[in-house]
């Protein structure tokens, strides 16, 4: 089993629409978890840490569940900029590094 | 948030050669990483530069293949020793604080013919 899966996409969605990704992470001492999103022939950016009380930045919600080591991204109302892979990113804790799912693509439509 | 930047953008080389892979950041990290990502993949770990000490390899990669050199807290090198068509891929490096956000430079796509 990978450390970190993600849905396997990709998610094809009409501009305006609500979509979902879901992510599970195998090691139950992981401490840090992100979402990155990666543009075509682009570096990834961090578009957003994960919090166990969940966080909202605009249009995107996090959500942690440490019980079933899950983590979920909410977009709403989508636009077409939102095209891009999604990574979902678990830390295992101080000086550790970084394991990365192999992303979800989500391709916006007009 | 910390800015990271590479150089080469790209290469093309020839087998049999070296490349060196530099990666600056605009300020210091406790962290640096690299790693290789090919077309439609996710991210590979190559390796943690530690500061003033050897990397720390992932399973796979070795420090004859990819010797890595890490001088200060700003600044780390990747070389890509005696290269083959296999090793065509973009190299990332990227750079952060113990178990916060990591930022990633823009890559360096590696060619060789």
Known sequence: ?110 | SAVISQKPSRDICQRGTSLTIQCQVDSQVTMMFWYRQQPGQSLTLIATANQGSEATYESGFVIDKFPISRPNLTFSTLTVSNMSPEDSSIYLCSGGDRGLEQYFGPGTRLTVT
């Open chain 1, 1 to 110: 089993r990978k450390e970190v899966e993600q849905d396997p996409g990709p998610f094809n969605v009409p501009e305006g629409a609500t979509v979902a990704f879901n992510c599970t992470y195998s090691n139950s001492a992981s401490q840090s978890f992100f979402w990155y999103r990666q543009d075509c022939r682009k570096e990834p950016k961090l578009l957003m840490s994960v919090y166990s009380s969940g966080n909202e930045d605009g249009r995107f919600t996090a959500q942690l569940n440490r019980a079933s080591q899950y983590i979920s991204l909410l977009i709403r109302d989508s636009k077409l900029s939102d095209s891009a892979t999604y990574l979902c990113v678990v830390n295992h804790g101080y000086g550790q590094n970084f394991v990365f799912g192999p992303g979800t693509r989500l391709s916006v439509l007009p």
